[in-house]
DNA sequence: CATTAAATGTCACTTAGTGACAGACTAATC
DNA sequence: GATTAGTCTGTCACTAAGTGACATTTAATG
């Protein structure tokens, strides 16, 4: 196993541990000493990954949006945004493993409202997929990445895909409002093309138009 | 003066000094020992009042944004949205200690992309503007405020608002660029204008019709 | 097997942040 | 004007968060 995927193993199963912590007893009722005892690590080791014990739930976030960041990567240019949702984003096409670890995400994010301390790591996850999204905007719509135009859709975006997460996982956890994957893929699909700036939901130019000859 | 007046000028001066530490040295390399002697309190003070010396600099964020949604609050509902700035923003328009600590904001906003720790700051602030946002988009168009497009409209339109505040700031410090007033509310109108999935940039129909007589 | 570089553990240390109590200030009440 | 009650502050002892330095282990590579 490479030296890096190790290391991001480490950050994630202590992710993990941190976050069934925070969620059983509270973020303020939990030490780094018990995060680290928990995963079997030193305490040292804890921080030497992370800068401060709220920020060591990013990384489970970061994956969910890691996910999320590579199927739009993938994203045909001939398929709009609800086609690609429908094809690629709900339980069956991930490992069980990673749906596990978005009931993480998702019982973490229904407790925004009483932890002040994970909203922060929570935006702070955010602000990363807005990057990965400015360049993928850029790229479906062959813009340069540091345009006004492709960062203001790119936040604006995040912010419509942020707020349906929370909705919906607030809903799901605090009233057990069961939502199917198509209702919840329609949901953010509408959200993002409301939201967004420039029209990159639905099929675009392909960069290179198809020839039937040679050049 | 009342108590919590008191108690609000003695976070915005905490802020204030935290703030100038925070840009003459660093983050890290602030303590909070420092931070609570420049104002002339007790460290026991400064912890009082914030839960980290990240936050300590919130104050200032939020009264930039306070002043902002008070503006926004007052907006008559036969005004388009360039019409209100052109009449209310800029330091024309406000008291000049203000624009001081609009200024300190701009210097904080530049340095996010080395100072993370504000970065976290900064977007929980945002998150408090979001917040009125709702209020302000639910009232002037006559919906109920915990409605998902109310929440979305200001979630995007807040993101749209941030990346202006830090586009502009991060011109003006690091590449000393001069803007106008005017330049920026337009730059910022137009931002809020295609970011709100929700009409209410233009003049919107009266809550009550005018009627030239009694009932 | 030897080498090397990165990850981890151990331990001493500084800084962040809290609990508890005592004193000071303010505002209302008599 | 004294009283009283409530909130804010300072002091001090304390726990928890987080770092620096150095030894040790681990895993990839030749």
Known sequence: ??????????????????????????VADTTGDEIAAAAGV??????????????????????SSLRFAAILRRWPRNLSIEELFAA????????????????????????????????????????????????????????????FEVRLCAATVTAAIRIVDETVSLAAVKHGLKTTTAEVNAHLAQAIRRASTLPFCDPVTPRIWPTSGGE
Chains 1, 2 share one sequence.
Request: proline share 5%; glycine share 4%; net charge negative.
């Open 42 to 63: 030193a305490t040292r080791t804890l921080w030497r990954h992370f800068r401060s014990k709220e920020s060591a739930v990013e990384p489970l976030f970061a994956q």
């Open 1 to 26: 196993m490479s030296r890096s995927v190790a290391r991001e193993n480490t950050r994630l199963d202590l992710a993990r541990h941190a976050a069934r912590l925070f969620l059983s007893k509270g």
């Open 88 to 147: 690629n984003l709900g339980p069956d096409n991930q490992a069980a493993e990673d749906t596990a670890d978005d009931i993480l995400v998702v019982r973490l994010l229904a407790r925004l409202p009483e932890e002040p301390a994970l909203r922060s790591a929570w935006l702070m996850s955010c602000q990363i997929g807005e990057e990965h999204l400015i360049e993928i905007i850029a790229e479906r719509l062959d813009r340069p990445s540091g345009e």
